[in-house]
Nanobody, 110 residues
Framework: VQLVESGGGLVQPGGSLRLSCAASGMIFNMYVMHWYRQDELVASITSDG??IYASSVKGRFTISRDNAESTVSLQMNSLKPEDTAVYYC??????????WGQGTQVTVSS
């Protein structure tokens, strides 16, 4: 199983970034997909599209997935300096099966 994140970078406060995570070696629609930053769960999406968000990003971030392409994305708008972190993609199938990506750096600074 491999999860590969992309889309991180440097952006000014108020700007936007879109992160993507490409999954391989797994039956993608069997997994709940998540975005984390450091130890904080940012957002999750089930195979049928149900979502949850951390209160700190609700209304600014949107998680989505494409089961046909085995990808999950995180659209981040109205970025703040406190959003600066390494963002990780995670896949879970049960309490004991989980996979992580290598992370992508997001820096929000003027």
């Amino acid at each position: 199983v491999q999860l590969v994140e992309s889309g991180g970078g440097l952006v000014q406060p108020g700007g936007s970034l879109r992160l993507s995570c490409a999954a391989s070696g797994m039956i993608f629609n069997m997994y709940v997909m998540h975005w984390y930053r450091q130890d904080e769960l940012v957002a999750s999406i089930t195979s049928d599209g149900s979502t949850i968000y951390a209160s700190s990003v609700k209304g600014r971030f949107t998680i989505s997935r494409d089961n046909a392409e085995s990808t999950v994305s995180l659209q981040m708008n109205s970025l703040k300096p406190e959003d600066t972190a390494v963002y990780y993609c995670k896949a879970t199938r049960s309490t004991s099966v989980e996979y992580w990506g290598q992370g992508t750096q997001v820096t929000v600074s003027s």
